[in-house]
């Protein structure tokens, strides 16, 4: 009955207990039946209307085809659609043949490959918020899901099925960080530790393809190990293996070096859309047609059945295998998701559009479940491609839906033309890309900038990646990254503040020489915010500051000449502090009362310090007093404890910085 009270308010209708009795309104049970009717039936259309209308906005939010398709003829016009066309006929071509070189890099049969480029194209096309993102095979997320098919290869079930199941489960667990708005996660990997790991990768994938490459028996070892068997059988390569290999890997690097030299010094900046792996894959088929390797001991694709992919549920019911794929999901999910929002915010802020991590999230989660059906393995996104389309002038997400074309065609119509490709040709083209994929700038910059805790993540990263594989690899690298994390948050900065005169305004002594602290008057400013992981330490450091009495260290010189006998808190920096803050907050201060030190906040948000009074720190218990500036809480102080000569601080007394000095 209250909420029928409440709704009809604006009406002037009040509860009987409450109603004015002098009052000219209505009471409830005065008013008409059909009017009541009427009203109630106008609101509840009202409340329809509105509820309609917001789910027409943000329909296009959560699938932004039905937001950009609509408006395609009027903005884009034939300029853009022929944009899209060129950028989509760009990278179909590229995709093919890297998507068949993927494929020996995850294990499985080429066909498989053109599936994994075909369906994430068309789902992203739809559900993806980047106009330039290229979606597909990758050649780390293809390291990741071999290793993973290989781990699993004790059941007894089909490869692509394996793959398939993989894909899925990567589809469920990346809907779901996306479900849980987890799009902050891309800010826990940091950029060294990405550096490491991908250049690791590129490595691993380059050993991973030398059996092809020297005609060696295969290898399902994927890291230092395979490495180290291929030098032992060395002595076994195939000759004219070899040579194929050597000769694309040539072929391959002189038209990448001719399109950098007409992309700069000719200055045709559209040359480097060319698709040289495609022009490697017709070469090597030529060859392997003309030459008939593949009777002279040169492996070759041979005959691969084409046909369109009849969707297919992945073995989901089997308990163990789920079991035994889903680390594996984990680390594709967020390995997969970091590298796409790299490139989505990359394309994002050059051409001035906004994305989601979130909505990119439930996006590529969408999609791989989608494209499991349809024998794809989990697929995010290419740089290399996604910076081909770029180039070619790609203007919306119609660029991955046409570009999809071209794998469907070749898995439909082209595959018996690839019967002749010889395997050291597909070697070839992934142990180029591969090794592109090794960051020598940024290590570089690492170590041009002094950054030697990150150049460490970075070099170790790497190291365990070649050594033990791209799964530990990353699981070290993660680890580290969230260690360093943990250490920067809980090791807050503190600076301690000092008087400037002629006006007298606090500033951290560390910056300003000339800065003067009133004698047994502690007044600091903490720039973080307050929770459970840093409180300890911040406790911590005011502590030691109060004991050693103005000293950074204790071999440092003195800085005062009496005790502390107060400490006044500039707030201005604080966010937000949580309960186990307060908690401590409220021991803290209580150890000081009894110690006779005054307590004092300054310039304490208004919701924290309600927050603060409520869990204890009140005035009135004298625990704490709240100031709104630092020279109110200073002139007070001087009334209460007796104060000394100022001193001017030097800049080789200065406490900065502090927690690295006294923790």
């Given at each position: 009955?209250?909420?029928?009270?409440?709704?009809?308010?604006?009406?002037?209708?009040?509860?009987?207990?409450?109603?004015?009795?002098?009052?000219?309104?209505?009471?409830?049970?005065?008013?008409?039946?059909?009017?009541?009717?009427?009203?109630?039936?106008?609101?509840?259309?009202?409340?329809?209307?509105?509820?309609?209308?917001?789910?027409?906005?943000?329909?296009?939010?959560?699938?932004?085809?039905?937001?950009?398709?609509?408006?395609?003829?009027?903005?884009?016009?034939?300029?853009?659609?022929?944009?899209?066309?060129?950028?989509?006929?760009?990278?179909?071509?590229?995709?093919?043949?890297?998507?068949?070189?993927?494929?020996?890099?995850?294990?499985?049969?080429?066909?498989?490959?053109?599936?994994?480029?075909?369906?994430?194209?068309?789902?992203?096309?739809?559900?993806?918020?980047?106009?330039?993102?290229?979606?597909?095979?990758?050649?780390?997320?293809?390291?990741?899901?071999?290793?993973?098919?290989?781990?699993?290869?004790?059941?007894?079930?089909?490869?692509?099925?394996?793959?398939m199941l993989l894909s899925l489960l990567v589809g469920f667990f990346t809907l779901l960080l996306g479900i849980l708005r987890c799009g902050f996660l891309d800010s826990l990997v940091s950029r060294p530790m990405l550096c490491g790991f991908v250049s690791g990768s590129g490595i691993t994938i380059a050993i991973d393809q030398l059996d092809n490459l020297l005609g060696l028996?295969?290898?399902?070892?994927?890291?230092?190990?395979?490495?180290?068997?291929?030098?032992?059988?060395?002595?076994?390569?195939?000759?004219?293996?070899?040579?194929?290999?050597?000769?694309?890997?040539?072929?391959?690097?002189?038209?990448?070096?001719?399109?950098?030299?007409?992309?700069?010094?000719?200055?045709?900046?559209?040359?480097?859309?060319?698709?040289?792996?495609?022009?490697?894959?017709?070469?090597?088929?030529?060859?392997?047609?003309?030459?008939?390797?593949?009777?002279?001991?040169?492996?070759?694709?041979?005959?691969?059945?084409?046909?369109?992919?009849?969707?297919?549920?992945?073995?989901?019911?089997?308990?163990?295998?789920?079991?035994?794929?889903?680390?594996?999901?984990?680390?594709?999910?967020?390995?997969?998701?970091?590298?796409?929002?790299?490139?989505?915010?990359?394309?994002?802020?050059?051409?001035?559009?906004?994305?989601?991590?979130?909505?990119?999230?439930?996006?590529?989660?969408?999609?791989?479940?989608?494209?499991?059906?349809?024998?794809?393995?989990?697929?995010?996104?290419?740089?290399?491609?996604?910076?081909?389309?770029?180039?070619?002038?790609?203007?919306?997400?119609?660029?991955?839906?046409?570009?999809?074309?071209?794998?469907?065609?070749?898995?439909?119509?082209?595959?018996?033309?690839?019967?002749?490709?010889?395997?050291?040709?597909?070697?070839?083209?992934?142990?180029?890309?591969?090794?592109?994929?090794?960051?020598?700038?940024?290590?570089?910059?690492?170590?041009?900038?002094?950054?030697?805790?990150?150049?460490?993540?970075?070099?170790?990263?790497?190291?365990?990646?070649?050594?033990?594989?791209?799964?530990?690899?990353?699981?070290?690298?993660?680890?580290?990254?969230?260690?360093?994390?943990?250490?920067?948050?809980?090791?807050?900065?503190?600076?301690?503040?000092?008087?400037?005169?002629?006006?007298?305004?606090?500033?951290?002594?560390?910056?300003?020489?000339?800065a003067v602290i009133e004698s047994g008057i502690l007044v600091i400013r903490i720039d973080e915010s307050l929770y459970f992981g840093n409180i300890g330490a911040i406790v911590n450091i005011i502590s030691r500051i109060v004991i050693l009495g103005r000293r950074a260290h204790p071999a440092s010189q003195s800085i005062l000449d009496e005790p502390i006998r107060a400490i006044?808190?500039?707030?201005?920096?604080?966010?937000?502090?949580?309960?186990?803050?307060?908690?401590?907050?409220?021991?803290?201060?209580?150890?000081?009362?009894?110690?006779?030190?005054?307590?004092?906040?300054?310039?304490?948000?208004?919701?924290?310090?309600?927050?603060?009074?409520?869990?204890?720190?009140?005035?009135?218990?004298?625990?704490?007093?709240?100031?709104?500036?630092?020279?109110?809480?200073?002139?007070?102080?001087?009334?209460?404890?007796?104060?000394?000569?100022?001193?001017?601080?030097?800049?080789?007394?200065?406490?900065?910085?502090?927690?690295?000095?006294?923790?």
């Amino acid at each position: 009955m209250d909420q029928w009270f409440s709704k009809y308010s604006k009406f002037g209708l009040k509860q009987e207990s409450e109603t004015d009795l002098s009052s000219n309104q209505p009471l409830l049970s005065e008013l008409p039946e059909d009017r009541l009717s009427v009203e109630s039936e106008d609101e509840v259309k009202k409340d329809c209307s509105s509820i309609t209308r917001k789910l027409v906005q943000r329909i296009p939010y959560y699938i932004p085809v039905l937001g950009w398709l609509p408006k395609y003829p009027s903005t884009a016009g034939w300029e853009g659609f022929l944009r899209d066309c060129t950028a989509a006929l760009a990278v179909g071509l590229m995709i093919v043949p890297q998507s068949i070189a993927y494929a020996s890099v995850a294990g499985l049969d080429p066909i498989n490959g053109l599936y994994t480029a075909w369906a994430p194209l068309i789902f992203y096309s739809l559900l993806g918020s980047s106009r330039q993102l290229a979606c597909g095979p990758e050649g780390i997320v293809a390291l990741l899901v071999g290793m993973a098919v290989n781990s699993s290869i004790e059941f007894d079930v089909d490869k692509e099925d394996r793959a398939m199941l993989l894909s899925l489960l990567v589809g469920f667990f990346t809907l779901l960080l996306g479900i849980l708005r987890c799009g902050f996660l891309d800010s826990l990997v940091s950029r060294p530790m990405l550096c490491g790991f991908v250049s690791g990768s590129g490595i691993t994938i380059a050993i991973d393809q030398l059996d092809n490459l020297l005609g060696l028996p295969a290898n399902p070892d994927h890291n230092i190990k395979k490495f180290i068997e291929v030098c032992k059988e060395l002595p076994l390569t195939h000759p004219l293996t070899l040579i194929i290999g050597l000769f694309s890997i040539s072929l391959m690097l002189l038209v990448d070096f001719l399109k950098d030299v007409l992309k700069d010094k000719l200055k045709i900046p559209k040359i480097s859309i060319f698709p040289t792996p495609a022009l490697v894959v017709v070469v090597g088929i030529l060859i392997g047609y003309l030459a008939d390797v593949g009777d002279k001991g040169v492996r070759i694709l041979g005959d691969l059945n084409a046909e369109f992919p009849i969707p297919k549920c992945p073995p989901l019911l089997n308990g163990e295998l789920v079991a035994t794929l889903l680390p594996s999901a984990i680390l594709i999910s967020i390995v997969g998701f970091v590298q796409a929002t790299v490139v989505c915010k990359q394309y994002a802020s050059k051409y001035g559009y906004t994305v989601s991590s979130n909505r990119e999230l439930v996006a590529f989660g969408t999609l791989n479940i989608f494209s499991s059906f349809f024998h794809a393995w989990p697929a995010f996104t290419s740089l290399t491609r996604s910076a081909v389309g770029d180039t070619a002038g790609a203007y919306s997400q119609l660029h991955g839906f046409l570009a999809s074309n071209i794998p469907m065609l070749s898995f439909l119509f082209l595959m018996p033309l690839f019967a002749t490709l010889p395997k050291p040709t597909i070697a070839a083209i992934v142990i180029v890309v591969a090794l592109k994929l090794i960051q020598f700038e940024q290590f570089y910059y690492l170590f041009k900038t002094k950054s030697w805790v990150e150049l460490a993540l970075a070099i170790v990263t790497f190291a365990f990646t070649i050594l033990f594989g791209a799964q530990i690899g990353v699981i070290i690298g993660l680890g580290l990254s969230l260690l360093l994390l943990v250490k920067h948050t809980a090791m807050p900065h503190i600076a301690i503040l000092g008087a400037v005169p002629p006006e007298n305004k606090y500033y951290d002594i560390a910056e300003h020489k000339h800065a003067v602290i009133e004698s047994g008057i502690l007044v600091i400013r903490i720039d973080e915010s307050l929770y459970f992981g840093n409180i300890g330490a911040i406790v911590n450091i005011i502590s030691r500051i109060v004991i050693l009495g103005r000293r950074a260290h204790p071999a440092s010189q003195s800085i005062l000449d009496e005790p502390i006998r107060a400490i006044v808190l500039d707030a201005r920096n604080i966010i937000e502090i949580d309960p186990s803050a307060i908690q401590t907050l409220v021991e803290t201060i209580d150890s000081y009362k009894s110690r006779d030190v005054f307590f004092c906040f300054v310039k304490l948000k208004k919701g924290l310090k309600e927050r603060l009074i409520a869990g204890g720190i009140t005035e009135s218990s004298l625990r704490s007093i709240y100031f709104s500036n630092i020279s109110e809480a200073v002139e007070w102080l001087r009334q209460k404890i007796p104060v000394h000569v100022a001193r001017t601080l030097s800049t080789e007394l200065s406490l900065s910085p502090l927690p690295q000095s006294i923790l």
